[in-house]
């Protein structure tokens, strides 16, 4: 069985390396040249744990990177499904544009795999008829399955071994050869459905985290208004056999938790009230802190931002993505309310200079800082908050500990 893997991002790059790391025959393609040398010259494209020593082994078992596509027995698209913020409807562009150029090198009854998040009916609405319209036969020239992933970014190469996973086929036959080659490295449960099924699920289990992250928030900003321990309260109401509450944070970032919710909203409107409303609540927490922020300002008499920090850029810990992040989020909303972003940001995560102010030395970031607003909980400052000195912080992650220069959301 040879796999084409098609867009080699965040999900596509681990999925054709653990594929390789067992034996399966993969080809990896995208289109980002520069990515294909990065990764023909040995390198891995992002921080993630476990990403190299995969990508050590998928080398020796003689995996190849390209930017054209190959005549394989499967094809795997991992593509991005941005959405129109506006209309909330999913640009499908990507995934078509994928598929059409599958077909073009295809071999008659090749798998056509789509683990990208897609709205639900995509497949329908876009998919099909871009086969259809070729003179080709579903079922009998290609074969459609919808399988997303649910590898979370920090833990993907452990949960791509074990999460269970759902492969959406029209053919349940087929449905079952896709199971037997992500069985190849997946330990977890393998659910075969039908494929429109497969992309409710997906948007459904995002919604689901989504909607339960906007509860804790919510429950921030009650307990503020009432000067109560937020963390305490959760701490203790998860003591329940059946209460399990998420953590309060700055904000709901990355490209999916963020985005699939909206998809519900754009094509059930009128139905999916309680999905608006958590999306609502958690685009409002990047306001939340910075009106937090002024008033602990007003209290310990800093007059102004410039001697007042932004520690993290990624949308949570640990990763090197800044999709969607809370911190951009506040940065948006200070050049559109205020007069900018006048404080400096430092991510230990984030080489590459993404917005004013940032710097890229703890060292610098500190310099004649009086206060620090913590919009994400990195390790290194989890496991030692002192690395912040003797500043005034914001600790919108929990993650400083307590003292009398400690604030919480
Ligand atoms: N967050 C909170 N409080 C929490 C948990 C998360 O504020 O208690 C924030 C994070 O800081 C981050 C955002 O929510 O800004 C999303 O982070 P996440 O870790 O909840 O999720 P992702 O986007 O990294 O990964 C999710 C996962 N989906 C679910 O957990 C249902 C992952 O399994 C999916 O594969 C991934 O989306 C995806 O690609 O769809």
């Known amino acids: ?205 995002n919604t689901f985290r989504d909607i339960n992250i906007a509860f804790a928030n919510e429950l921030a900003k009650i307990c503020r208004s009432d000067e109560m321990d937020v963390y305490e309260i959760i701490r203790i109401a998860n003591k329940h056999p059946r209460v399990s509450i998420l953590s309060p944070g700055p904000g709901v970032g990355g490209h999916c938790i963020s985005v699939d919710p909206w998809f519900l909203v754009g094509d059930y409107p009128g139905l999916a009230n309680i999905i608006l409303a958590a999306r609502k609540i958690n685009d409002s927490m990047p306001d939340f802190v910075l009106e937090r922020a002024h008033g602990i300002m007003e209290e310990r008499g800093i007059g102004s931002p410039s001697k007042v920090g932004i520690y993290g850029l990624t949308y949570k810990e640990d990763v090197d993505d800044v999709r969607e992040s809370p911190t951009l989020q506040m940065i948006e909303s200070m050049e559109r309310h205020l007069a900018g972003n006048a404080c400096k940001v430092y991510d230990p995560w984030v080489e590459r200079d993404i917005v004013p102010g940032q710097v890229h030395t703890m060292e610098e970031f500190l310099k004649d800082l009086e206060m620090v607003i913590v919009m994400v909980g990195h390790s290194e400052l989890k496991d030692d908050p002192s690395i912040l000195g003797d500043v005034v912080v914001l600790d919108t992650r929990n993650v400083c500990g307590t003292g009398d220069n400690i604030y919480k959301l």
């Open 1 to 205: 069985m040879k796999v084409n893997v098609i867009g080699l991002g965040y999900i596509g790059l681990p999925t054709a390396l653990m594929l390789a790391s067992h034996d399966v025959k993969v080809i990896g393609t995208d289109c980002n040249e520069e990515l294909v040398a990065t990764l023909n010259a040995g390198k891995t494209t992002f921080n993630e744990n476990g990403l190299d020593g995969l990508f050590a082994v998928a080398q020796e078992k003689g995996i190849t990177f390209t930017t054209g596509y190959e005549a394989a027995d499967m094809y795997i698209i991992s593509v991005p499904t941005p959405y129109d913020k506006d209309s909330k409807k999913i640009d499908p562009s990507y995934v078509v544009a994928a598929v059409g150029a599958t077909l073009d090198v295809c071999p008659e009854g090749a798998i056509l795999v789509i683990e990208s998040t897609v709205s639900p009916g995509t497949m329908d609405k876009f998919v099909r008829p871009a086969v259809v319209a070729r003179g080709l036969e579903i079922g009998k020239d290609i074969h459609l399955v919808h399988a997303p992933e649910r590898i979370i970014p920090g833990n993907m190469v452990n949960e791509l071994l074990h999460n269970n996973r759902t492969i959406g086929a029209d053919d349940p036959a087929i449905g079952e050869t896709v199971k037997s080659i992500y069985a190849s490295f997946c330990k977890g449960d393998i659910e075969v459905t039908d494929i429109c099924t497969a992309e409710m699920t997906k948007v459904v289990e």
